[in-house]
């Protein structure tokens, strides 16, 4: 009869640690990544490093930083220098392609008002999709030879795309799939990984020391760092897409860059666009 | 005495070691250094991680070989081979050092 109490018993505080498991979230190994984590101790170390500058802000860049340019850049944004690629861009995409089709027909809502929400995880493919790569995969979709990433085409189809999309928050979703979280977890990787002869990593410039200057130039924080993109640079005399500022980055610290919108690039800027959420896109943007 | 004629004869031997000129470098000491550059450069580049300055030693490297300048290609192509070990060593350190730099 005891035996009979005791097996009971037993069975019962068998069954409600079973359940206990079952019901309680997963634990979450030391260094498993945790994306909503990242982002907000992303954050509070900008707002903390940076108490004067209001969240929103740091979408601008160094013009957040100095007050001195940040006065020059408010009397350029009467003609902002990007104005001619955006232009060109709205010209682009609202022309069809040979078929008869445009690029309206490749994007959510006509593809207005959707750069916020790139880049996306492909769960078909496995793999991130940046806005560029969603374009020249419309292009080639549709019989047109895809634009180089780096030259005023793209920049043009991204200005006027973001321009649609100024003030809305960046909304990067990482969904239940293990291949995303990796994806997002490498982008972090090559965040934080230095590299090329200098031994810089992204994060030694735009984490370490936003607000001081590399030589001429004032250094963004990394907070924000893509909403304002595409970028009309003085130094370039031209546009730039992300997939330019991101190759140009690795040449100036003696790396080799990346193909454009190779794996590790489109996961750096997922990781990059994803800590970033709740910030508005602000592009195209200008900077020196 | 005896210290005088050791030290000269030391002399005798040492002397004309520092008169006779190295040997000039040849096109196969080229293609030996070039060669352990170029698979240094091919894993850092399998690791992602290739510098241009290794790249503009090793262009150095050929461009000096094809004027006939093999000291200067020798020596450049060295010069990649030690940059292109250093960019491996980084490639390999970083997998773990990374993480000292995140934002916890």
């Known amino acids: 009869m005891r035996a009979c109490a005791l097996f009971s018993s037993v069975l019962t505080a068998l069954g409600f640690a079973v359940f206990v498991a079952t019901a309680l979230p997963p634990a979450r190994a030391a260094d498993a990544p945790d994306p909503a ?3 907000k101790a992303f954050r509070d170390y900008f707002v903390k490093k940076f108490p004067k500058v209001k969240l929103d802000d740091f979408v601008n860049g160094p013009y957040s930083m ?3 340019m940040r006065k020059q850049w408010e009397e350029k944004e009467q003609f902002p220098p990007y104005e001619f690629a955006l232009e060109a861009g709205k010209e682009m995409f609202a022309t069809p392609f040979k078929n008869g089709k445009s690029y309206a027909d490749c994007f959510a809502n006509g593809g207005i008002g959707v750069r916020q929400n790139y880049p996306m995880f492909d769960e078909k493919e496995g793999k991130v999709v940046t ?4 374009l020249n995969r419309c292009r080639e979709a549709n019989g047109e030879k895809p634009y180089s990433y780096v030259k005023d085409e793209m920049a043009s189809l991204t200005a006027y795309m973001a321009f649609t999309s100024r003030g809305k928050p960046f909304d990067i979703k990482i969904p239940a799939d293990p291949r995303a979280l990796e ?5 972090k990787r090559y965040f934080y990984t230095r590299r090329g002869q200098l031994n810089f990593s992204c994060a030694t410039c735009h984490v370490q020391s936003p607000g001081e200057r590399i030589r001429a130039e004032t250094l963004a924080p990394a907070l924000g760092i893509l909403n304002a993109m595409p970028i009309y640079r003085s130094e370039w005399s031209g546009m730039g897409t992300i997939s330019r500022r991101f190759t140009t980055c690795n040449s100036q610290i003696r790396g080799v860059p990346l193909e454009p919108q190779s794996d590790e690039y489109r996961n750096l800027e997922y990781y990059l666009s994803y800590v970033s959420n709740g910030l508005p896109i602000s592009g195209p943007g200008a900077r020196p | 005495m005896s210290r005088t004629i050791g030290a000269i004869a030391l002399a005798a031997v040492l ?8 040997r000039a470098a040849s096109d196969a000491d080229f293609k030996t250094a070039y060669a352990a550059a170029d698979a240094a450069e091919k894993q850092a580049g399998a690791l992602r991680n290739q510098w241009t300055t290794t790249e503009a030693a090793l262009a150095a490297a050929r461009k000096a070989a094809e004027a006939g300048d093999f000291d200067q290609a020798v020596a450049q192509a060295r010069e990649a081979d030690a940059l292109a070990k250093a960019s ?16 916890k």
């Open chain 2, 15 to 22: 002397l004309p070691a520092t008169l006779i000129p190295a």
């Open chain 2, 88 to 103: 491996i060593f980084q490639a390999t350190s970083e997998k773990e050092a990374w993480k000292a730099l995140e934002i």
């Open chain 1, 131 to 134: 806005l560029e790569l969603a």
């Open chain 1, 66 to 68: 100095n007050e001195d």
């Open chain 1, 37 to 39: 984590a990242d982002a």
């Open chain 1, 183 to 187: 994806a997002y977890q490498e982008g």
